[in-house]
């Protein structure tokens, strides 16, 4: 099994008040491809960094703007060839994504979203990406919808029922009540 994450998450939250710490804050990237290292080793799983810049929850109303470069505004493109690349090396059967919705509404779980849609398509088309590898085509392609709002407020509810400060706040308060 391979695992491909398509950014660094440079600009990600942290959630885990234990992890609230400064030294965390600067060196966020570094940690998160430790974690991904040891989950990969004890998972007993490949994992593939694609190298493209987290665009980060932008907050407002209406939300600013990405930033330059990140992986929300990079042409799709540039990281479905990437994509495909991998695709066409590993030569999976079976590719999981986010849904339509990111999951949750994040712009890059989204951008992850149309990037591997358009890789499994394009990854067995010979004319697309010909310098790519040879073409495979992929059997499956399956949506995961872990982040469910309704699963995501009743967890928030939890703790507030205790009267902790949940996780999810920030997200639910961006979220679309309909998606």
Not at 128 to 147: C, I, M, T
């Amino acid at each position: 099994m391979l695992v491909v994450t398509l950014t660094g998450g440079e600009r990600g939250d942290i959630l885990n008040p234990a992890m609230d710490l400064p030294d965390v804050h600067g060196r966020i990237a570094e940690i998160r491809r430790d974690e991904m290292a040891k989950a990969a080793e004890i998972l007993g799983v490949e994992h593939h960094w694609l190298g493209f810049v987290d665009s980060g929850l932008p907050e407002g109303d209406p939300p600013p703007p990405l930033p330059d470069g990140c992986l929300g505004v990079v042409p799709l493109e540039e990281p479905v060839e990437a994509l495909v690349r991998v695709v066409r090396k590993f030569r999976p059967h079976v590719m999981t994504t986010y849904d339509e919705n990111g999951g949750y509404p994040h712009p890059d779980h989204i951008r992850t979203h149309q990037v591997s849609v358009a890789a499994y398509e394009a990854a067995g088309d010979y004319l697309q990406f010909p310098d790519a590898g040879e073409p495979w085509d992929v059997l499956k392609l399956y949506y995961n919808h872990g982040f469910l709002r309704k699963r995501m407020q009743l967890l928030q509810d939890e703790f507030a029922k205790h009267g902790e400060e949940g996780p999810f706040e920030k997200w639910l308060k961006h979220w679309d009540p309909g998606a």
